[in-house]
């Protein structure tokens, strides 16, 4: 593998991370406030997170080993970046 693909793959996955992250915030607020229609909103944010997360690294997994361990450590960049409020 590259180190261009690779580091390609680790900033898709830090910008997925922080996509991933901000509708885990964003999912809460709208259950938690119990707005009309709020809560089922939320569980599609969730479910459409999750399958959105699945299958980027699912591509990731058919690339190789690398691909799939560097868009993982994206995401865990980018979750740091927004448990930190950087953005």
Known sequence: MSG????????GGSL???I???LVRYSADLM???R???QLYGLALVLMRMAGLGGVLIVAAMQG????????????I???AMM???I
């Open 4 to 11: 261009l693909v690779l580091a390609l793959w680790l900033a």
């Open 32 to 34: 938690v406030l119990g």
């Open 16 to 18: 997925l991370g922080m």
């Open 20 to 22: 991933y992250f901000r």
């Open 65 to 76: 080993a690398g691909p799939l361990l560097v868009a993982s450590l994206g995401m865990l």
């Open 84 to 86: 930190r409020g950087a």
């Open 36 to 38: 009309r229609g709020g």
């Open 78 to 80: 980018g979750r740091f």
